[in-house]
């Protein structure tokens, strides 16, 4: 992945070309300085004898303040999960119940701090509204001066991404190639059912779409935006939402405004790309460059950037997957990817396409 800053892509909008080892060593720099104040933080949020929060726990279970036999929670970690820019994801139990939860530990500390818990409260007000089997579930959230903790079931194994490169890395074992077959069909579901209660995600990509199992559920929704951007691009002088490499045409720097339920149905449908090419048994690298896009003062491996070249490569799979149903997956992820928002379909009609061919029955999990 690299680490050259980015947030949007407009031909028309002069590059700057910024030294590539200067920016990896200040990365690692404020990295480590990162890690070190959360560090401190999380030691300060559970050390206090009283929790900092309007909510508590009562013998492990959350309720308000002022109510009578409030106890201090204690989390044992049990592994790392991931990390990001906002923070790192740990499994951890809760020491009086058992209970395993995934939390995920921001930094809020600086001159922005009461700003960013207003922010993270108002997500996690969002987060209650969607209870959906394909969507993680935060169960509640504690804070204190420089640090708030998520903390969300179920505790995934891994994410999409890591479990692509699994795929490849092991030569593409059948069962777990035909075990993605599904996951398209419920990720959807997943995302039109937040469309319906006017809830866009506007961070879809592969490192938040979590595995459990044989379960997929979509992550993140908007909670804590990653700013570290996944193309080799020189313009940071904008900031709009979403992973570069994965966000929709419209998202420009003139005009952040522009994204709708559309726009999630577009990153969606890269991170299907990618399912599908490993499906199809080839690799993510060859993949990126097919469509990278090479300037005399930049590259960019966006989607956005190449999509005549990303529908070639859609194209040339079809009669390559491991099922016959990934013909009507292709042709569908094709239409997730057009470059006008109108032409795209929603996340409902993309379900509809999907039900109503003859393999549906391997195009979603049981509970559909």
Known sequence: MSLISATGFDPRTPQTVLNYEELVETFVEKRATFE????????????????????????????????????????????????????????????????????????????????????????????????????????????????CSIFMKPACEMDLRNYLEDCIRWSYPQDALRQMLP???????????????????????????????????????????????????????FSVWGASVYRAPEIRPDHPQARGTKADVFSLGCAFAEMLTVCCRRSLRDFQEARKLTTEDRETIAFRANLPQVHNWLGALRGQGVHVVVNILIYNTENMLREDPEQRVSADQGIMLLQGDPGRQSLFCPLH
Request: hydrophobic share 35%; charged share 25%; net charge neutral.
């Open 36 to 147: 070190a104040a959360l560090q401190r933080a999380e030691q300060e949020l559970y050390s206090r004898p009283s929790l900092p929060s309007h909510e508590h726990y009562t013998n492990g279970v959350l309720s308000t303040l002022n109510s009578g036999n409030e106890t201090q929670p204690r989390f044992k970690t049990l592994r790392r999960l991931g990390r990001g820019s906002f923070g790192q994801v740990d499994e951890v139990e809760e020491i009086s119940t058992g209970n395993i939860y995934a939390r995920k530990n921001i930094l809020v500390g600086g001159a922005t701090a009461r700003r960013r818990k207003e922010e993270i409260e108002k997500e996690f007000r969002i987060m209650e509204k969607l209870t959906h089997v394909h969507i993680t579930t935060v169960i509640f959230w504690l804070r204190s001066d420089t640090v």
């Open 183 to 237: 996951w398209p069909g419920c990720l959807m579901h997943a995302l039109a059912f937040a469309h319906r209660l006017n809830i866009k995600h506007k961070d879809i990509k592969p490192s938040n779409i979590l595995i459990k199992g044989s379960d997929i559920y979509l992550a993140d929704f908007g909670m804590a935006k990653d700013d570290v951007p996944d193309d080799i691009e020189g313009n940071a002088s």
